[in-house]
């Protein structure tokens, strides 16, 4: 099939295969879809890429909800920061939320949960700048924040999540990032974006949430 998004798709993933010895250490792509209707990502559906991220719930119910019926294989992934009003919407819809970062969320995602008796997977945002409007956990309360939301609010965290301050350096986001993250003993990672997918992947992303460099410049400044 001959559609931009799969070239670039294919691209990024060959990239990423150049880099890695290991097959199976190859991050997944979720491709950031916000803005882009469904039209837009039909081939690479039916290519059989199935991660796709959003930010906006209410963006997400109107694109995905009737199409994700029937098609298991599709996970979506919340990637936006989610306010606890529309927690009951987003366990409905999506499968993965990468934006857990306060108490009042997990509490609320874990009442959610049991009364969807629905199970997701989670990441944890951390605020690693320390950036006083970004979301996202400080670092120095992410080790108790953690254990909270296993221990306590009994989600299924898999990992942490950053986006690095848009300074200069996320090289040294990542280092530190991925040594918190394994001494946390977790597996997965969700980092890199179409800017610096191939250094998040040195430091053992798992999961890489690409947009524009699969799907083009976005219209709105999402
Ligand atoms: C939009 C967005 C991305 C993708 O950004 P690109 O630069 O287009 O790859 C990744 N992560 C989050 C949290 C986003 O909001």
Same mark, same amino acid.
């Given at each position: 099939?001959?559609?931009?998004?799969?070239?670039?798709?294919? @691209?990024?993933?060959?990239?990423? =295969?150049?880099? +890695?010895?290991?097959?199976? !250490?190859?991050?997944?792509? &979720?491709? #950031?879809?916000?803005?882009?209707?469904?039209?837009?990502?039909?081939?690479?559906?039916?290519?059989?890429?199935?991660?796709?991220?959003?930010?906006?719930?209410?963006?997400?119910?109107?694109?995905?909800?009737?199409?994700?019926?029937?098609?298991?294989?599709?996970?979506?992934?919340?990637?936006?920061?989610?306010?606890?009003?529309?927690?009951?919407?987003?366990?409905?819809?999506?499968?993965?939320?990468?934006?857990?970062?306060?108490?009042? @969320?997990?509490?609320?995602?874990? =009442?959610?949960? +049991?009364?969807?008796?629905? !199970?997701?997977?989670?990441? &944890?945002? #951390?605020?690693?700048?320390?950036?006083?409007?970004?979301?996202?956990?400080?670092?120095?309360?992410?080790?108790?924040?953690?254990?909270?939301?296993?221990?306590?609010?009994?989600?299924?965290?898999?990992?942490?999540?950053?986006?690095?301050?848009?300074?200069?350096?996320?090289?040294?986001?990542?280092?530190?990032?991925?040594?918190?993250?394994?001494?946390?003993?977790?597996?997965?990672?969700?980092?890199?974006?179409?800017?610096?997918?191939?250094?998040?992947?040195?430091?053992?992303?798992?999961?890489?949430?690409?947009?524009?460099?699969?799907?083009?410049?976005?219209?709105?400044?999402?």
């Amino acid at each position: 099939m001959d559609d931009e998004s799969i070239n670039k798709f294919n @691209l990024i993933q060959d990239n990423l =295969k150049k880099a +890695i010895s290991s097959p199976n !250490k190859i991050p997944n792509i &979720i491709c #950031v879809s916000k803005t882009f209707p469904i039209e837009k990502l039909l081939p690479l559906i039916k290519s059989g890429h199935c991660h796709f991220g959003e930010n906006k719930v209410q963006e997400a119910i109107h694109k995905w909800k009737d199409f994700k019926i029937n098609k298991p294989n599709i996970k979506l992934h919340m990637i936006g920061s989610l306010q606890r009003n529309k927690v009951k919407k987003a366990i409905e819809l999506f499968d993965y939320i990468h934006s857990l970062d306060n108490q009042k @969320l997990a509490d609320t995602l874990k =009442k959610n949960e +049991i009364n969807l008796k629905k !199970k997701l997977k989670y990441f &944890i945002q #951390v605020n690693l700048g320390n950036e006083a409007q970004k979301s996202g956990i400080l670092y120095d309360e992410t080790k108790d924040f953690v254990k909270y939301c296993i221990d306590e609010a009994r989600l299924d965290v898999i990992g942490l999540m950053i986006i690095p301050p848009n300074d200069t350096d996320n090289i040294k986001y990542f280092e530190k990032i991925d040594q918190l993250n394994r001494d946390l003993g977790f597996k997965d990672l969700s980092m890199g974006m179409s800017g610096d997918y191939m250094e998040a992947t040195k430091y053992n992303s798992t999961y890489l949430r690409i947009g524009s460099a699969i799907l083009g410049e976005r219209k709105s400044s999402y």
